[in-house]
């Protein structure tokens, strides 16, 4: 009988096997509050109208097919496209949706990080608010890891403040 140690211990994040989709280690685990309720906060993070909002590099952004046609639906598989320049697109692969909570993404076509999980967690907060979680498990070389691991913290809740600013704007865009 093998020992305990031989088997891989399954990592959990809001009821998702993390070691189904990647063995990548957790580098960043950030959270904030946002002033707007869930459904305006899932909506600013999902929207390809209004992801240029909060992704910095982003000049639009897009759903398509691995062929890159059009999706008929957003769902796991689909691609999130964000045009940076020209011809030159980051593209990152739904693999889990949960509409109005849980968008876990698996990052493509990049050289470093080799493999990135993402994980974008929308919950409603006690105090009426809404707290934003969000989780990268990121394969780099392990001499970048400590690096990685003080420097996406950091983006990361840069990253949530500008979504929750994005969606607080929104909402208030809807009531006025």
């Known amino acids: 009988m093998p020992a305990l140690e031989d088997y891989r211990s399954v ?3 809001a009821g998702i096997d993390v070691d189904s ?12 509050i946002c002033r707007a309720a869930p459904e305006s906060v899932w909506r600013t993070i999902v929207d390809p109208d209004l992801i240029p909002k909060w992704v ?4 639009r952004a897009a759903y398509c097919c691995e062929s890159g046609d059009p999706v008929v639906s957003i769902g ?32 493509l076509d990049m050289w470093i990080p080799r493999d990135q999980l993402g994980l974008f967690i929308v919950d409603a907060a006690v105090s009426g608010d809404t707290r934003i979680s969000c989780y990268q498990f ?31 704007a929104e ?6």
């Open 11 to 13: 990592r959990t994040v």
């Open 21 to 32: 989709f990647t063995s990548a280690p957790l580098l960043a685990s950030v959270s904030v």
């Open 56 to 59: 910095v590099f982003a000049r």
């Open 76 to 107: 796991p598989g689909a691609i999130r496209k964000f045009n940076v320049f020209k011809d030159f697109d980051v593209r990152e692969r739904v693999e889990v949706w949960e509409p109005p909570r849980i968008l876990g993404y698996r990052t």
């Open 138 to 168: 990121v394969n780099i070389p392990a001499l970048l890891r400590p690096v990685f691991r003080l420097l996406l913290p950091v983006v990361f809740k840069w990253v949530l403040g500008r979504i929750a600013r994005a969606a607080a």
């Open 171 to 176: 909402e208030g865009r809807g009531a006025g």
